[in-house]
């Protein structure tokens, strides 16, 4: 290759002066990027999993919900972003394609009643859903746990059995993308039917009072009556970051790591 007097390149196969080149403005088109990663709710349509929804949402993923009843009667236009399956995790055989091209479970999948049902629903139902997401190959699975409520452990006990059943499960199959929230009460909006109902009403200054009064938390028996409140907003923002965060730590997050944790821009 030579250089002409005008500084050009010429080029010597071809003995042709190089055109230079033409930049031609591309139109710029505001298209987001298809998302790369999928979030499957499980209790998508109850109080958490709601917020949940909406928060993965706003943070660009795929989302899916899974639950008995399917489809959220809500009428908000977000909703109609979330692929609402209709699946009962106690029922094997029946649900699991829900899990296809998943990255990341998150199951607010628990309730109240009898013992044995109360067992059922917050224990074996987790735990037929961590083992098909781990058979599926799905990286990270978080749960939705609940606090030690200390005396009051004896009367439920269905519920807190079923809770450490399946956060025992969740640590072996997920030992490295497994992360368990344990918040207290959480408070909110809670839609029953049309009606919201504000919950923030009581767990708010609730909070504020408990937070200051963290020692207590420490007193045998009744101590774990004295875990503040936390919001539905900071439990959601926790799960989604917990389920797309590659650093986010495995393991066991309380009510003051979920506080800690919703402060912090990721
Ligand atoms: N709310 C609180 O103050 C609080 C405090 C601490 C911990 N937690 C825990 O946080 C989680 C979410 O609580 P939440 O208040 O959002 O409860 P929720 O409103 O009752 O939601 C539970 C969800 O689980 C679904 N579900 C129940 N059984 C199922 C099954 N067999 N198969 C598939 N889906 C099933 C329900 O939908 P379908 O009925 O349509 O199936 C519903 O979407 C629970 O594990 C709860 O124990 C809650």
Same mark, same amino acid.
């Given at each position: ?6 500084g050009?390149?010429?080029?010597t196969?071809?003995k042709?002066v190089?055109?230079?080149?033409? +930049?031609?403005?591309a ?5 987001p990027?298809?998302p790369?990663e #999928?979030?499957l709710?499980?209790g998508?349509?109850?109080? =958490?999993?709601l ?11 795929a ?8 489809? %959220?009667s ?7 972003n ?11 055989g ?6 296809d091209?998943?990255?990341? +479970?998150?199951?607010c999948v ?5 013992? %044995? ?10 735990i ?23 005396l ?11 809770? #450490?059943?399946?956060e025992a499960?969740?640590?072996?199959k997920?030992?490295?993308?497994? =992360? ?8 909110g909006t ?5 009606v919201k109902?504000?919950?923030g009403?009581?767990g708010?200054?609730l909070?504020?009072?408990?937070q ?16 503040p409140?936390v ?11 917990a389920?797309t ?16 944790? %919703?402060q912090k821009?990721?």
């Amino acid at each position: 290759m030579a250089v002409s007097n005008s500084g050009r390149y010429l080029s010597t196969d071809s003995k042709k002066v190089d055109e230079p080149f033409k +930049v031609e403005e591309a139109e710029t088109v505001n298209v987001p990027p298809p998302p790369t990663e #999928k979030l499957l709710v499980l209790g998508g349509n109850g109080f =958490v999993g709601l917020h949940i929804c909406k928060e993965a949402l706003d943070h660009g993923l795929a989302v899916a919900s899974l639950s008995r009843s399917g489809r %959220s009667s809500i009428q908000d236009s977000w909703a109609s972003n979330v692929s609402w399956h209709q699946g009962n995790l106690l029922s094997p055989g029946s649900w699991e394609d829900a899990l296809d091209g998943v990255t990341a +479970v998150i199951s607010c999948v628990g309730g109240f009643g009898s013992n %044995s049902y109360m067992y059922k629903i917050n224990g074996t139902a987790n735990i037929n859903a961590i083992r098909a997401a781990s058979d599926k190959g799905v990286k990270r699975f978080v749960y939705i746990s609940a606090a030690d409520f200390g005396l009051a452990n004896y009367l439920l006990q269905g519920y807190y059995e079923g809770k #450490k059943a399946a956060e025992a499960e969740l640590l072996i199959k997920f030992p490295y993308g497994g =992360v368990i929230l344990r918040p207290g009460f959480i408070y909110g909006t809670r839609r029953v039917g049309s009606v919201k109902l504000p919950l923030g009403v009581i767990g708010s200054p609730l909070e504020m009072v408990l937070q200051r009064t963290r020692p207590l938390n420490q007193l045998p028996l009744i101590g774990p009556l004295f875990t503040p409140p936390v919001n539905v907003t900071s439990v959601a923002k926790v799960a989604v970051r917990a389920a797309t965060d590659p650093v986010f730590p495995p393991g066991i997050v309380d009510v003051y790591g979920i506080q800690r944790y %919703s402060q912090k821009k990721y």
